[in-house]
């Protein structure tokens, strides 16, 4: 099993930065991806951004490419998400997820096996 803690959320003005960081505790090995998502009141849960653990190789919804940077520690297990030129459209609770498999894509909810709490983000405009 894996233990997943986000922090960093936070109200900024639009245009603003954040940097979300998930760490992660428990049987770390099983990992072989992470991935953020994001659900907004009244939304489904969507993809954010997703990176493979060993081979580093990251994964973004068009709607935040060229905007938000998924990295990660590995002497921390941590994973980071540095979200730049914030938008009001980017409110939401962000959730850090891990998968223990590489059945589905890096995209997928589904494929995802453990899930920390939540962190609100609110851009106001």
């Known amino acids: 099993q894996v233990q997943l803690v986000e922090s960093g959320g936070g109200l900024v003005q639009a245009g603003g930065s954040l940097r979300l960081s998930c760490a992660a505790s428990g049987r770390t090995f099983s990992s072989y991806a992470m991935g953020w998502f994001r659900q907004a009141p009244g939304k489904e849960r969507e993809f954010v951004a997703a990176i493979r653990w060993r081979s580093g190789s990251t994964y973004y919804a068009d709607s935040v490419k060229g905007r938000f940077t998924i990295s990660r520690d590995n002497a921390k297990n941590t994973v980071y998400l540095q979200m730049n030129s914030l938008k009001a459209e980017d409110t939401a609770v962000y959730y850090c997820?891990?998968?223990?498999?590489?059945?589905?894509?890096?995209?997928?909810?589904?494929?995802?096996?453990?899930w920390g709490q939540g962190t609100q983000v609110t851009v106001s405009s």
């Open positions: 997820a891990a998968s223990s498999n590489l059945l589905a894509g890096p995209d997928k909810l589904f494929g995802y096996d453990y």
